[in-house]
C-alpha cells in the first residue's frame, strides 16, 4: 500500500510545477496624476495601482508646492514607475492618467473636468463642461500652459508641432495637433470625447507631447477652414496641461 501512495504523491506535484511555469507574470499598472492648482500652490495626487497575477496594490502621493517643484517631483516619480515595470519578461500594461479642471475666462461661466488617458499607444481625451451656453463650440490644444491671462491668450495660438495648417482633424489639407474640433452644448452641458495615436502624454517627441500646453474653449464655433485658428471667437474656459 505504502508503495503505491508515494509515487501518486510525486506525480502531483511534477503536475503543480508544471502549471506554475506554464503561466505568465501579468503586470498591470495604472498611475494617475491629478493636479489642482489653488493660486500659488500645487497639489498633485498620484495614485499608482499594481495587479501581480490578480493581486492588487495601491499606493497614494500627495506632493504639495510650487508648480515647478509638484512637476518636477511628478516627473521623477512617473518616469521611475515606467522604467520599473519594463522588465522583459513581463507581459506588461502602462496606464497613464491625467485629470484637471478648467477655469472659466474672459467673463464667462463655462468650467470643466478634462481626463486624459494613455493607453497602448493611443490618447483619450474627456472633457466635461457646465456653465456654457447652448450651441456650437470649439475646442483646441493651445501652446503654452498659461492660462494667467483674463483672455486665455498668455496660451498662445494653437498647438501646430507640425507647422500645417489650421482645419479639421485628418483632413489632408493639413490640420494642426492641437484642432480637436467643435462640440455640442445642451441644457448647459456638453462632453467632448476624442482619442487619437498622435498625441503622448510626457513622451520624448515633441510633436506627439501633449504636456505643457493648454486646452481652449471657445464661445464661438471653429469653422475649420478660416486661418490661423478657425475664427472661433474669444476663449472662455482654460486649462495648462500640467502634472
Ligand atoms: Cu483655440
Ligand atoms: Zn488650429
Not at 80 to 87: L, P
Request: charged share 25%; glycine share 10%; aromatic share 4%.
Amino acid at each position: 500500500m505504502k508503495r503505491l501512495v508515494l509515487p501518486l504523491l510525486l506525480l502531483a506535484l511534477l503536475t503543480n510545477c508544471q502549471n506554475n511555469s506554464d503561466k505568465k507574470k501579468e503586470i498591470n499598472k495604472t498611475v494617475e496624476v491629478k493636479v489642482e492648482q489653488n493660486d500659488s500652490l500645487t497639489t498633485a495626487t498620484i495614485t499608482t495601482k499594481q495587479t501581480v497575477n490578480g493581486e492588487v496594490s495601491e499606493e497614494i502621493q500627495v506632493i504639495k508646492g510650487s508648480r515647478e517643484e509638484v512637476m518636477n517631483q511628478v516627473n521623477q516619480i512617473t518616469q521611475a514607475a515606467e522604467s520599473k515595470s519594463s522588465t522583459p519578461e513581463v507581459e506588461r500594461q502602462m496606464v497613464k492618467k491625467i485629470q484637471f479642471k478648467l477655469a472659466p475666462k474672459s467673463g464667462s461661466t463655462a468650467e470643466g473636468i478634462v481626463t486624459m488617458t494613455e493607453e497602448k499607444g493611443s490618447v483619450t481625451f474627456e472633457a466635461t463642461l457646465t456653465g456654457l451656453s447652448d450651441g456650437t463650440h470649439a475646442i483646441h490644444i493651445h501652446e503654452k500652459a498659461d492660462c494667467a491671462s483674463e483672455d486665455g491668450k498668455s496660451t498662445g495660438g494653437h498647438w501646430n508641432p507640425t507647422f500645417e495648417n489650421h482645419g479639421a482633424w485628418g483632413s489632408d489639407t493639413g490640420f494642426h495637433r492641437g484642432d480637436i474640433g467643435n462640440f455640442e452644448v445642451n441644457s448647459g452641458e456638453g462632453t467632448v470625447t476624442f482619442t487619437t495615436d498622435l498625441w503622448c502624454i510626457g513622451c520624448e517627441d515633441p510633436v506627439k507631447n501633449i504636456m505643457g500646453k493648454a486646452v481652449i474653449v471657445h464661445q464661438g464655433e471653429d469653422d475649420l477652414v478660416s486661418q490661423p485658428s478657425g475664427a472661433a471667437g474669444v476663449r472662455v474656459s482654460c486649462a495648462g496641461i500640467i502634472y
